[in-house]
């Protein structure tokens, strides 16, 4: 199953060349530790029952889905109760992301996404992020769009060449980051003006997801909360308008200090 092609013509195109469809197709390709981003799976037991366990030891996601849905996802073919989609590109590990800053020489620069589930926010995020030269971003497996196809349109071009990486426990990645010396910048509306913090060092800026901000835990990891001023009616932001603005007051700051 390719998980590396950039040159697809379209979405649609992209989207059925890393769907896997069937109960033994699916389960030779979690068996060979093809890139799987999640199944969905409509009833239990037999073969779909392993299915769920295979799923569960590797740590993939599994959603249960009518019958219409994986129809749809199959595009037609037997499907027999399962579809598997494959991850669009390779995700990577925190510790790749802290690498790219040293070996640039510069102090990690990184946003972590606190389940920010439309996909089409996730992509605008990862196309600012890469312009505003981020050192990479970090996304939950659960409660969270992944490196699917949307992404990738989304943010032209960009999911191509910003490292993504995908962990199981957001809050005890934010534990490594900040045994590694990255500060924990939250975006809440409880915070600190954003330009006036000091945000020229180590940082990783959370940003929370598009209805409810960023949760109670990973809140309470923040070493500091930024704030945007809100002088009309409305009291929020999109979350990628918002993760922008706040990003390139990092920049600002960083090339005003160099």
Known sequence: MPTNNRNF?????????????????????LKSDSDI????????????????????????????ALETKLSQLANGASHQGVVAVGACGKYV???????????????????????????????????TAESA?????????????????????TSAGAASWL????????ANTIDFLKENGVWIYGTDATGEDYSKTDLTGSIG?????????????????????????????ITSLN???AAGIFMYEAVRQRLSKN
């Open 133 to 153: 030269g981020a050192d990479g971003i970090i996304i939950p497996k659960r409660r969270s769009a992944s490196l699917n196809a949307t992404v990738f349109k």
């Open 93 to 127: 590990t925190v510790e790749d992301i802290l690498e790219i800053s040293r070996k640039k020489g510069t102090s990690p620069f990184i946003i972590i996404c606190d389940e920010i589930e439309d996909p089409h926010n996730l992509g605008a995020i990862i196309r």
């Open 205 to 233: 800026l959370v940003i929370g997801s598009e209805g409810f901000g960023i949760s109670r835990l990973i809140m309470k990891k923040c070493d500091f909360l930024l704030k945007l001023p809100m002088l009309g009616k």
């Open 9 to 29: 013509k379209d979405k649609e195109d992209f989207i059925n060349e890393n769907i896997i469809a069937g109960r033994n197709p699916v389960i030779e390709a």
């Open 163 to 170: 490292p993504v990486a995908r962990v199981s426990n957001l």
């Open 239 to 241: 979350a990628s308008v």
């Open 37 to 64: 981003d999640c199944i969905y799976i409509c009833g239990n037991g037999g073969s779909l029952g392993q299915i769920r366990k295979l799923a569960k030891d590797k740590n993939i996601v599994v959603k249960d």
